[in-house]
């Protein structure tokens, strides 16, 4: 029994809570009706048990139960036993601890880290509060733990103002210990978040930090592991110390699983392909946690210190700072030394440039800096960080992540190429044209940008999330190629030199939103926005807009995604960024017309994105594709199927030049083509199409990835659409499994596939097989969280009322159908197209229960927006026809009649369509006599 | 075959201070299946170190109740149902063996800290949580350990889950009182609720307070757990072994009498003109309406 009663004043506290066993019996659903009785009693005074058995019900319901008992003892009970408790890797085990450690008395929990549990606790010999750090034993054994313990004893002897005293090391019970000086206040994290801290503050702690590390340094010891969480500033005197020396766990077992550990992202880039630690590591990871932190900061750095933490960064250990010294002074702000340097290297290139005679030497020269200057840049796709992608992908136990790492290895490869061979070309190009004229500082800044994207996207490859995987390909090419900055003409300007570090920060967000991690991009891109409109830096904060319009559209605010590439617009035609002006535009044309569905704005807005495209010239290729396909979509939903495909033709041809066959042929714009093909009645072009769309994306994808799976419904929608619902099923089913294994369960298009597989089944007569299938999909489409969820909803609503109309199951079928029409008029969509079946399946039932008026009308509203484009021509015919047969209900025989030639008429064009024919023919001999 | 029945009959008699009655042939039964069971704990956890009679009177201490008398094969069915090798492992922890225990927490905590994340609990406050549940798991205070309290019944991964819930529905601030939140949770009265308590103030508590007291347990567990903890229909069908249409009959009768209640109350107390009132239980009657069909769907 375990009396609860004291933590909850309003249950008596006499009242003795039922026990975790007796709660879960009745949870599961296998309790005795007596004990039931009980429990309903106890819960209604007792508002705690009454939640804890209402949060296992709900635990219960989605899924992981506890495995049931085995009944029958001989035979059940070994083979059962290894399911009760499966085997985990347990790395997310906190470490436990012992009422005391050595001498020390544990008071309360201060944290747990990916090294260990940290408590405070009690010296009582001394009287003092210490930090008591329990390591994790499965990190530390045998030789190792005895290493620990020499270090900690080294660690012991150093004495600092800026470090963390170590007092103590010791094991008890086979488990390591660390008794630490105890500091009240923040890690350098919580106090960054605290409250926005300006430059001066920053460096003021960064100083004292780095005091602390250097002296360590000078007795000998690395720290391995600097990270904000290991840097305390105390809140009783503001004193920043270093803590955690040496705690680092260098051996490949570092947990690289999220919650606890963390990725061991502050780690020297030597120091993941197994360098021994060295000063100049914690030198790279000091640097990267002081970068990071002035990227939060109120105002911005000046650039003399953002150079001194590049060269802290440094890829090459011996090109950072030789010491910790001489990196603190480097950080020391003073700006009449670097105004002194400056002056004095200009000095020297003069002296250098004078002879004339050294002219062709000077000029080999620079054309040897321009090119290292480029090739600097930091991207490198190199054999190391291959390695790393790969066992990150493969990390994220994906299904198809061995295939998704191929074709994103290759394609950076490719970039990889380009960008070097852009950087060489770029210096020869400016060399011939004698000075670097405006074009070239365009060419070069255009290089610089697009290294910058690339290696932010690798970082984030290099520690994915399974979304990442998903979308690794699309988001390497939804990077620009490096050579199209070789086409950036001379007339054009370089556009604003903007802060470096925004520009990082930039690339960092848009690799976050390019792979689908919208959530942690949005707080970011938000302060980045405001940064960049505090130092009026026009260029950053159009791209930040752009992303933050970008993330409001994934969560369907669409009014503010509006309004901010709107901003963003105007903020590139304002700062001259052309290429961020033709995204925003065509964004901004996209979100109007297409979702919105304003036709005519969207319209204006694709011809302003086409002005921005064209003055990009060349270097604009791809987005002349986007535009292309843009337009292509805005005639789609406004049913001008004809302009539609001609755009769609010229936006594949576009990503053919651009991206090769392979890619363009899997790409969304592949898809559309096939689409309007086939709504257009061109079934065999369609049919080629889409095969060849399906085809190209398992070359691409491999045949576990969600992508293929959406090829392969796209294919049985075809499938159904011309009649060979078999075939349809099949490709549906695989969808399904596919589906299953790769995504979680409350994706949308993991609905999408339930509900076409359904229909496919549907097809083929099974009515009642494909009922609970539909209601299946229509519960995970309940499930999606926000965006799409409603028009899914309604999508499927609409499959399951023809469904249940078809199983006459009508007044289901008209709840459903109601449902699906009002959700399409909350959201102000009772012009879309899909409407038109839902009112055609209602009318259908209402003139089975011939209530001719009510069918009538539906079938009106129906009929009226079928003619507008949405409907496919078998489903047209089908609106007419049974408009006919209410108006002829209603004594209107005339109009029924050539309404009902009509249908006939329409219908001869589709294919599988001869039993409706027959019962149309059928129909109107009845009524004609002939 | 080693007699393990005779230590392990020693320790019920303790544990259930009564005699158990049985035949030689029981006698030679028991010690089978005791073996059977010593056998699958230790392959199921080999490299834990736990003394035989150790783990058998342990196993004795919880297979009975309380003190009570059951018969032999009673005594049999129940051995038969307990998750003895779950008993084995916890046995071990509460000795305070390290290995158990670190066995323990890397079979289970990962899958306790998805069930907390599936409630909601941020990562932080599950970290925490987790880390507190070791100390209560296994520091013993001054009582046993409270793994000690596992007695076997279902499997240790549910009863970890329940203890893990518990620990972190406990120690999350106080939620408003339960009751006074119903009255205006959305579902119940929805706005008008919102309205009458503005209106009338202590008067529409005071009323909802007693048309609440006036209903019978099950009709208020009914209205908690649907509108306050998110059950729904199904699951309360499920809590209450019935068809989800007499949950579904259930909640509008519980609304409809809590209405009514409110109703008759607020109608003594105001004076309200018969109309305005007629219009008021209107109101306040198709909002339950329309939150039934918002909840039913």
Sequence with gaps: MYPVGSSDPSSSSALECPDEEELLAVAEARAQPAQRIYIEQHVDRCPSCRRLLSALVLLGRSGERTTPTPSALPSALPSALPSVLPSHEGRHAPLFPFATVGRYRILRLLGVGGMGVVYLAEDPELARHVAIKLLRPDLWRGAEAGMLQREARA?????????????????????????????????????????????????????????????????????????????????????????????????????????????????????RIGTAPSPQSDQFSFCLTMMEALGLAKDSPPHSIVRALRQGLREDPRARFADMDSLLAALRPSPNRWLFRFLFTTAIAGVLMAGAGGYRLALRDQHRRCVAELERKQFHWDSATTDRVRRGFLNTKAPYAQQAFEYADRLLHKRNEELHRASEQSCELGLSAGIAGDGARARSVCLSRAATDLQALVRILEAPESIVVERATQAVLSLRSPLDCLKIGPESSAGTITNQLLRDTLAHLQALTNTGQWISAEAGVRQLVSRAQQQKDRAIEAEALYLLGRLQWEKDEFSAAASSLWQSALAAEASTERDVAARAWLGLAGLTGEVIGDAVRGK??????????????????????????????????????????????????????????????????????????????????????????????????????????????????????????????????????????????????????????????????????????????????????????????????????????????????????????????????????????????????????????????????????????????????????????????????????????????????????????????????????? | MMDVATPFLNALTVASQTELAYSAQDHAQLNAVLHRILQAAHAAWPSIALADDRFLSYVAERVIPSPSVIPFPDLMQRLEQLHTSDLFLCCACADGNDRAIAQLQSTTFPMLDRALARLGIDPQRRYEVLGELIPHLFVADDRKPRIASYRGKGALQGWLRAVAVRHAL??????????????????????????????????FETAFADALRSLSVRQRNLLRRHLFDGLRIDDLALIHHVHRATVARWIERAREDLARYVYQQLSKQLGLQQKELQSLLRAIRSHIDLSLSKHLR
């Excluded at chain 1, 129906?862 to 015919?877: I, M, S, Y």
């Excluded at chain 2, 939620?175 to 009265?189: K, R, S």
């Design chain 1, 155 to 271: 660690m012991a002897r150093l004495s600092h103002p800026n470090v963390v005293q170590v007092y103590d090391a010791g094991a008890v019970d086979g488990q390591l210990f660390l008794a630490m000086e105890y500091v009240d206040g923040l890690t350098l994290r919580g106090w960054l978040q605290e409250q926005p801290r300006t430059v001066s503050d920053i460096l003021a702690l960064a100083q004292q930090a780095g005091t602390g590390l250097a002296a360590a340094h000078r007795a000998g010891l690395t720290h391995r592991d600097l990270k904000p969480e290991n840097i305390l500033w105390r809140r009783s005197d503001g004193r920043v110390l270093v803590s955690d020396f040496g705690l680092a766990h260098t051996h490949d077992a570092i947990p690289r699983d999220r919650p606890l550990a963390g990725t061991p992202r502050y780690l020297a880039p030597e120091l």
């Design chain 2, 170 to 203: 406990a120690s999350v601030p106080q939620l408003q009182e339960d009751d006074q939140a119903l009255a205006v949770q959305p579902g119940t009265f929805d706005l008008e609720a919102q309205y009458l308590k503005t209106q009338y103030g202590p008067l």
């Design chain 1, 604 to 930: 204006e807005y694709a011809d302003l994105a086409q002005v921005s495209v064209e003055r990009l010239g060349a270097s604009g290729t791809r987005l002349v594709g986007e535009l292309s396909l843009l337009r292509a979509r805005l005639a789609h939903r406004s049913g001008d199927l004809a302009a539609a495909e001609r755009e769609a033709h010229r936006a594949l041809d576009t990503l053919i030049t651009y991206e090769g066959i392979d890619l363009a042929e899997s790409s969304e714009t592949a898809r559309l083509l096939g689409i309007l093909f086939l709504k257009q009645g061109q079934i065999d072009k369609a049919r080629q199409q889409l095969e060849r769309f399906e085809s190209a994306l398992l070359k691409v994808h491999g045949s576990q990835h969600p992508r293929y799976a959406r090829g392969l419904l796209t294919v049985g929608m075809l499938l159904h659409e011309v009649g060979q619902p078999v075939l349809a099923e099949a490709r549906n089913r695989q969808a399904v499994r596919i589906l299953e294994q790769a995504l979680p369960e409350n994706s949308p298009i993991r609905a999408d596939a339930m509900m076409n597989l359904a229909v496919s089944v549907q097809d083929q007569g099974r009515l009642r097989e494909a009922l609970p299938i539909m209601q299946r999909a229509l519960a995970i489409m309940e499930q999606v969280p926000q965006h799409p969820r409603d028009d899914g909803v309604r999508l499927v609503l609409i499959n399951l009322c023809d469904l249940e109309a078809q199983l006459v199951l009508d007044d289901a079928a008209l709840l459903s159908c109601r449902r699906a029409v009002s959700l399409f008029e909350q959201a102000g969509d009772g012009t879309h197209p899909e409407l038109a079946e839902a009112l055609r399946v209602m009318g259908v039932v209402y003139l089975r229960r011939n209530q001719v008026d009510e069918a009538q009308r539906v079938l009106q509203r129906a009929l009226a927006l079928a003619e507008h484009g949405g409907l496919w021509k078998a489903n047209r015919a089908a609106v007419r026809f049974a408009l006919a047969q209410a108006l002829w209900g209603q004594k209107k025989r005339t109009e029924a009649l050539m309404l009902a030639r009509q249908a006939r008429e329409e219908l001869r064009g589709a294919s599988g369509s001869s039993d409706k024919l027959a019962d149309m023919d059928a129909w109107l001999s009845q009524r004609t006599g002939g």
